[in-house]
């Protein structure tokens, strides 16, 4: 193999694929040549097709070792429940639990040019949700906020053209905000607002198959950390703050299709759990502030993600 100004060219034998600038171009057989749309096809059932194109020398830091992955994502997350206040507000009710959208951005980089170590940063957000419940007397509005990041080092145990399965760890933050303000007869009843901050170590495995240009690409992620739980109510000047140990568990899916060497197309789905939060639906009370008692539930958000993924 000789390496240029643009990447590497492999000289063909029987059998063999003819790469030119990072790609194959044809492939050399005892009748000859045969087409490059040939060519490709047998380069993405090749060993190299894992990692888009061979490996390079380590003088080149960021040729095939970087990557990007931007997903838009449509997802349902746990609204927070009401608890009832007799004549005002009547209980079951759950505020912010529609479909919301969102985004979630993956940059990462390989140490090797075999792409058996690396890391990446995952950051996620989704839309702001408002809802309002109107029952004659009350007028509730509601607010949610949620975001999310991952910092992870990958360690390739299985690697080769059609497998492949990684070891991943590192750190894990989630926040989740929301607001609660009920209003009866135009005046303030209770504003109660709430923030929940995890922060952990998450250790997990991502398993990728490839058929062709497909590729199937499963993970599964647990962090273990600390919850902190601000609650705040402004109409009583009460301030409420408490710590839990908390899990936070990630499952996904998701399917790829090679739409060109260095550019994939992605669909999948993800379902992520956190077990310990404080939602402002589950401090609504009427009894004096000295009584009350702060109370945690979990939290789930899951749906659809779309996307596209770049290797530079």
Request: net charge negative; charged share 20%; proline share 5%.
């Amino acid at each position: 193999m000789l390496y240029g100004g643009e990447g590497p060219t492999m000289f063909a034998g029987e059998g063999e694929v003819v790469y030119e600038d990072g790609g194959p171009t044809m492939m050399g057989g005892p009748g000859g040549f045969v087409s490059p749309r040939r060519a490709m096809e047998d380069y993405w059932n090749s060993p190299a097709s894992d990692r888009g194109y061979p490996c390079y020398p380590v003088w080149f830091p960021f040729r095939d070792r970087l990557y990007l992955r931007g997903e838009y994502l449509v997802w349902w997350a746990k609204g927070s429940t009401l608890a009832p206040w007799p004549d005002l507000v009547d209980g079951g009710i759950r505020m912010n639990n529609g479909t919301r959208s969102g985004a979630r951005f993956t940059l990462g980089y390989w140490f090797d040019p075999c792409h058996s170590r690396g890391i990446e940063v995952t950051y996620l957000s989704l839309n702001t949700r408002t809802d309002q419940y109107l029952n004659g007397i009350a007028t509730l509005d509601a607010r949610s906020d949620f975001h999310g990041l991952e910092v992870l080092f990958r360690k390739a145990m299985i690697a080769n053209g059609c497998n492949r399965f990684d070891v991943v760890l590192g750190y894990r933050n989630l926040y989740l905000e929301d607001d609660l303000q009920i209003n009866a007869q135009a005046a303030p009843v209770d504003q109660i607002h709430t923030t929940n901050r995890f922060n952990g170590f998450e250790l997990g495995f991502v398993g990728r198959t490839r058929r062709c240009r497909w590729t199937l690409e499963t993970q599964m992620k647990l962090a273990l950390g600390n919850t902190n739980s601000a609650i705040r109510r402004d109409v009583f000047s009460v301030d409420d703050n408490l710590d839990n140990f908390a899990m936070v568990s990630e499952l996904g899916a998701t399917l790829g299709y090679d739409v060109a060497p260095r550019l994939r197309a992605t669909v999948g789905y993800t379902f992520l759990y956190w077990s310990v939060v404080a939602r402002p639906g589950d401090q609504l009370t009427f009894l004096p502030p000295a009584q009350t008692v702060p109370v945690t539930t979990d939290y789930w958000a899951q749906g659809l993600n779309f996307g596209l993924e770049w290797q530079f």
